[in-house]
């Protein structure tokens, strides 16, 4: 079914939003004269699968919530509309700083052409884009992430987890940021216990076939991948994780989460004595310090990449059976210290 596109407006009840929903998917109109947009705060545009993907998006929300609370902002989130055009990308962000919203970011790699285009039209307003460091502008912010450095650490945990001595990885679609998180996971295993099968699989060859929004084809995936042996499968695939996740919970074992930390999502509650662990990107961090910094009159630009080493990617220990495996946690404790020192270097492909 195709999803109707929406606006979620965080903050305070009564920002001055008009909201407009066109073909070309939701856009938003503000009656506030130039002179209050300083106070308007952020504007996130969210990746597929939108808000509620308890992963990507949703550590999104959760640092534009932050800044609303601490600055007393009327920020606004924008969801994506099915099948989408980059030209559909570019008018939502453009209307998003024609109205004053500062920051203005785009969550996901899928943003980078309208943000590259309409941040050289507006350079008095900072621009962030998530996964993305293709370009640079004196007013932009590539986001990025050693996302294959947390994913070693889920490949560790998932080689001292196993007992079938076979492991899975799902990514929701066959790009180059996906191919980070897959190398870094197999990397990981191999590094940890020899002989352990990595079976991997992608769900789409592009975004647009639903590779990160659907969750039926994470847990049909994930199907195939334990009627094959698989006792722990690591998704990397957005909204379509979900289902990954359904599917270990159905069959008694583990699945590693992604980006968020999954154990502690609402929507996951009754999996979650499944989820072994998750590996985390601090979008949340990324989002709440670059709102700050214009807030602060000292706009961040350029790359700013997350690490293990500066809190960027870490391994959630939220499940109290992984936190108290004391051969999981060294494991991935020594892998940890390997690669903040430099001995060991992780693949991306």
């Known amino acids: 079914m195709r999803r109707v596109s929406r606006i979620a407006v965080a903050g305070v009840a009564t920002a001055a939003l008009a909201v407009t929903v066109s073909a070309c998917g939701s856009s938003s109109s503000s009656s506030s004269s130039s002179s209050s947009n300083k106070d308007l705060g952020l504007a996130l545009a969210y990746d597929v699968g939108g808000k509620g993907d308890q992963s990507f998006n949703d550590a999104a929300t959760a640092g534009l919530d932050k800044a609303d609370k601490e600055f007393g902002y009327k920020s606004t989130a924008v969801e994506p509309q099915d099948g989408e055009s980059d030209a559909d990308k570019t008018q939502r962000l453009e209307t998003l700083a024609k109205q004053g919203y500062n920051p203005v ?36 912010a590539n986001l990025v992430f050693h996302e294959e450095q947390a994913s070693y650490l889920a490949g560790v945990a ?30 990981g295993v ?23 929004s659907s969750p039926d084809k994470g ?97 959630s220990d939220s499940n109290p059976k992984f936190a108290a495996d004391t051969a999981i946690q060294d494991a991935v404790k020594k892998a940890e210290e390997g690669i903040k020192a430099g001995t060991i270097t992780v693949k991306t492909s």
């Open 219 to 315: 847990e049909s995936a994930a199907e195939g991948q334990i009627d094959a042996g698989a006792d722990v499968v690591y998704a990397a695939a957005g909204l379509s994780g979900q289902g990954v996740i359904k599917a270990a919970s159905a069959h008694k074992i583990w699945a590693i989460g992604v980006d968020s930390d999954q154990y502690k999502q609402d929507a996951l509650a009754k999996y979650k004595d499944s989820i072994l662990t998750s590996a985390m990107k601090n979008v949340e961090g990324a989002v709440y310090t670059l709102a700050k910094s214009v807030h602060d009159g000292k706009p961040e630009t350029g790359e700013i990449r997350g690490s293990l080493a500066n809190g960027g990617v870490s391994l």
């Open 158 to 187: 998932a080689a001292k987890a196993t007992k079938s001595n076979t492991v899975g990885f799902i990514g929701g679609v066959d790009v180059p940021l996906i191919h980070k998180f897959e190398a870094g996971f197999k990397q």
């Open 190 to 212: 191999q590094d940890t216990k020899k002989g352990v099968s990595v079976k991997s699989q992608y769900l789409t060859e592009t975004a647009a076939e639903g590779g990160f």
């Open 105 to 140: 970011i785009g969550v996901g790699f899928a943003y980078a052409p309208a943000v590259k285009e309409v941040a050289a039209k507006y350079p008095k307003t900072t621009f962030g884009i998530v996964d993305d460091n293709s370009f640079t502008a004196k007013n932009v």
